[in-house]
C-alpha cells in the first residue's frame, strides 16, 4: 500500500513470521510460499495513485495487496532493469489501455494485467544504462530516508546541522536538497521514458497522447507537497516536531547522539536488494547491533570497524568494543520513564525530568546557541517553551502519534501517562515497558511526589496560622487539588498493574496501550484504545498475549476451538481441532 512511491519505498509492516510462517498459513493457503523472502520487485496493487514499482529487499513477503515479480536467477542487474521499464511512461500507459473505464475512483493494477502487457527487453547497451538508471534512482529517494525517523535508514533528523546559525537556515539547506533531488529524478524519469519508447521501437510522437507530462524535460521549480517523484515536501513546524522527538529518543537511548555530532561516524549503507537492517541507522546498539542496554553501549572503535549497516565488524579487529555508561556523552534513562516535573516553588526541576533531559541533549549538539536554538524552535512551535510543548496533549504527543502512524496503524513509542489537567505526565518508553514498570512509576515517581506535595501543603498551612491571606489560600487549595490528582493518578496505575498488566511487544502498540486508555488525555487517541479495550474484552483479540495474562481461564478455552490462538500462545496440546492436511505437491513431469 502507500502512496506513489517509484523505484524506492520502506517496507514498515513487521509480520510474525515464526515456524515459517505457520501462524499466517493457519488463515488460508499460502501463495507461491517458495518465492518468499527473495529480492524481486513489487508495487501497490489496488491505488488512487499512477502505478509505481519499487525495490523488494530480501527477506520480505509480498502477498494479495502487495504483489511481486521475481526474477529466475534474481539477478540485480535484470530486475533494476526490469524497474525501469516498467516504471516507465511508455509501459504504464499500455496498463492503462487494459484498466476499466470506470476505474477512476482507484486503479487495480492486478497481477493478470501486469503479466500480459507487452514488455520490450532492451539490448545489452541499453539495458545497463537503465538498471544504471533506476540504482541512481533508488539511492536518492533513499538518501532522504537517512533523515525520516521512521525508516531503516534513519540516521540523524534533517535540522540537525550545526554548521548552520539557527534552524530556519537549517531548514533552507534542507528544502534546496529536497527540490534538488526531485529534479534529478525527474531527469532520470525522462531518461528512462526516452530508452524505454527506442525499446518499444517508438517516439514520443507516437506516444504523446498517451505518455506523462515527465517526458518533457522537467522544470527546476518545485513547488507541490507530494509530487510525481513521490518525494513529500515538509513544513519547517513539521521537521522542528521531528528534531524534538529525536532529542526525546536519545534520552531514552533510542538514538545514538555520537552518530548526530560526528559524520565520521556515518555507516556505509548496503545494497537495494540487500535485507533489511535490525535496527535503524542511527540507533544506539550493543555489540550484536541489536538495541543497546546497560553497560553494554558499543564503543566509537566498534562503530567505525563496522563495514556496514548490515554487518557487525570482523572478529577479532576491535579491542574494546564496549564503553561504560558514564563515558556515554549523555544520560539515559535505561528504566524507560521520564517525567514532566519542574519541581515546586521554582526548584530545582527532577533528575528526570523530561524537559532538562533535552536541554542537556541540546547544550551537548549546539552548546553556546542552545537558548536560541530552543527559542527558535518554541517559536516556530508556537508554544511559549518547551514544557508548554510537551505538557499539551494535543502538541508534542500529537506530532509524535502521527509521525509513528501509517497505514491505519497506529504505533506512537513515547507514552504520556498523565493526570487529568496533564499537571503531572509520566512519559514511559514503549520498548522498555515490563510488568514492573507501572509499580516503578508509583514507587520512584508518584510516592516521592505525593510526599513533597503534602509537605508543602503542610508549611503553607501552618504559616497561614489563623488568619492567613488570600495568596496562600489559592496556593493551598491549587496544591491540595494537585495531591488529589496524583493520588487518584496512583491509585489508577497500581489497579492496572494488579490486572495482571503483563505487556508483551507481539500484541501491537495498541493492544498493549489498551488498559491504560484513561491515563492517555487525547482525546482522539483515549477514544481508539478505549474502543480496543472494550474488544479485548469482548474476547476479539483472545490471540493477544495481554488478553491470556488478564483472562488466562477464557483464552484457554478459544484455544480449544481456534488452532491459530493456540499455535499463538504455544497451546497446541489442548487444541481440540486437527491439524490441517497439507496438499499433496504434484510431481513435474
Known amino acids: 500500500g502507500g502512496p506513489l512511491s517509484r523505484y524506492y519505498a520502506d517496507p514498515h509492516i513487521v509480520i510474525d513470521w515464526t515456524k515459517d510462517g505457520e501462524i499466517i498459513g493457519e488463515h488460508g493457503n499460502m501463495r507461491n510460499p517458495t518465492m518468499m523472502l527473495r529480492p524481486g520487485i513489487t508495487w501497490s496493487r489496488r491505488t488512487t495513485s499512477e502505478l509505481s514499482l519499487r525495490i523488494l529487499p530480501k527477506q520480505c513477503i509480498f502477498a494479495d495487496k502487495g504483489p511481486a515479480l ?21 509501459f504504464s500507459a499500455l496498463v492503462g489501455l487494459q484498466l476499466a473505464a470506470a476505474d477512476t475512483a482507484a486503479r487495480s493494477y492486478e497481477v493478470g494485467i501486469l503479466a500480459s502487457t507487452p514488455l520490450a527487453l532492451p539490448d545489452t547497451l541499453r539495458s545497463k544504462k537503465l538498471s544504471d538508471l533506476a540504482l541512481r534512482a533508488w539511492m536518492l529517494k533513499r538518501n532522504l530516508d537517512l533523515n ?41 524519469q525522462h531518461e528512462i521514458d526516452m530508452l524505454s519508447l527506442q525499446s518499444y521501437g ?19 521549480e518545485v513547488s507541490n507537497k507530494e509530487n510525481s517523484a513521490g518525494v513529500v515536501l515538509y513544513e519547517i513546524g513539521t521537521l522542528v516536531s521531528a528534531l524534538i522527538d529525536y532529542l526525546t529518543g536519545c534520552a531514552f537511548a533510542v538514538w545514538d547522539i555520537r552518530l548526530a555530532k560526528d559524520i565520521n561516524l556515518d555507516l556505509k549503507l548496503s545494497g537495494p536488494f540487500e535485507p533489511l537492517p535490525a535496527c535503524p541507522t542511527g540507533m544506539l546498539v550493543n555489540p550484536d547491533g541489536l538495541p543497546a542496554e546497560p553497560k553494554r553501549i558499543v564503543s566509537e572503535e566498534w562503530l567505525f570497524a563496522r563495514p556496514d549497516a548490515n554487518s557487525l565488524p570482523p572478529e577479532g579487529v ?42 542537556e541533549i541540546l547544550e551537548l549538539l549546539w552548546e553556546d546557541k542552545s537558548h536560541e536554538i530552543e527559542q527558535e524552535a518554541c517559536d516556530i512551535l508556537n508554544v511559549s517553551d518547551l514544557r508548554d510543548y510537551f505538557r499539551k496533549s494535543a502538541k ?53 511526589k505525593i510526599k513533597d506535595v503534602s509537605g508543602e501543603i503542610a508549611i503553607i498551612q501552618k504559616d497561614l496560622g489563623e488568619g492567613g491571606n488570600s495568596k496562600l489560600r489559592s496556593q493551598l487549595e491549587k496544591l491540595m487539588d494537585f495531591q488529589q490528582e496524583l493520588t487518584e493518578f496512583k491509585d489508577e496505575l ?54 491470556y495474562s488478564i483472562w488466562p481461564d477464557r483464552v484457554r478455552e478459544t484455544c480449544k476451538k481456534e488452532r491459530s490462538i493456540a499455535i499463538a500462545h504455544g497451546l497446541e496440546e489442548i487444541c481440540e481441532v486437527e491439524t490441517p492436511k497439507k496438499a499433496k505437491k504434484r510431481k513435474k513431469k
Not at 549523555?330 to 524537559?355: E, F, K, T
Not at 513515547?414 to 514511559?428: A, N, V
Open 202 to 220: 517508438l517516439t514520443s510522437k507516437d506516444m504523446a497522447k498517451l505518455i506523462r507530462s515527465e517526458s518533457t524535460t522537467p522544470s527546476q
Open 494 to 547: 497500581l489497579r492496572l498493574a494488579k490486572l495482571p498488566y503483563q505487556p508483551n511487544l507481539n500484541d501491537g502498540v495498541m493492544i498493549t496501550a489498551a488498559p491504560l486508555w484513561k491515563l492517555f488525555q487525547l482525546k482522539s487517541w483515549q477514544k481508539d484504545l478505549k474502543s480496543c479495550w472494550d474488544k479485548l474484552e469482548a474476547r476479539d483479540y483472545d490471540w493477544a498475549h495481554l488478553a
Open 70 to 90: 521475481i526474477v529466475e536467477d534474481d539477478n540485480p542487474q535484470k530486475l533494476l532493469t526490469l524497474l525501469s521499464i516498467l516504471n516507465s511512461s511508455v
Open 148 to 188: 525520516e525517523m521512521t525508516s531503516h535508514s534513519f540516521l540523524r533528523p534533517a535540522l540537525l546541522d550545526q554548521k548552520t546559525r539557527n534552524l530556519n537556515e537549517a531548514f533552507q539547506n534542507w528544502s534546496k536538497k529536497e527540490n534538488d533531488t526531485i529534479y534529478e529524478l525527474n531527469l532520470i
Open 318 to 359: 576491535v579491542n574494546n568494543p564496549i564503553i561504560p555508561d558514564t563515558e556515554y556523552p549523555i544520560r539515559i534513562a535505561w528504566h524507560g520513564i521520564l517525567v514532566d516535573d519542574p519541581g515546586l516553588n521554582s526548584a530545582q526541576p527532577h533528575h528526570d525530568d523530561i524537559v532538562r533531559r533535552v536541554r
Open 396 to 448: 508534542f504527543f500529537q506530532d509524535h502519534l502521527k509521525r509513528y502512524s501509517k497505514s491505519r496503524r497506529k504505533a506512537p513509542i513515547y507514552w504520556p501517562l498523565s493526570t487529568p489537567s496533564c499537571s503531572y505526565t509520566l512519559w514511559i518508553y514503549y520498548h522498555r515497558l515490563t510488568d514492573q514498570t507501572l509499580y516503578t512509576c508509583v514507587q520512584d515517581y508518584v510516592d516521592p
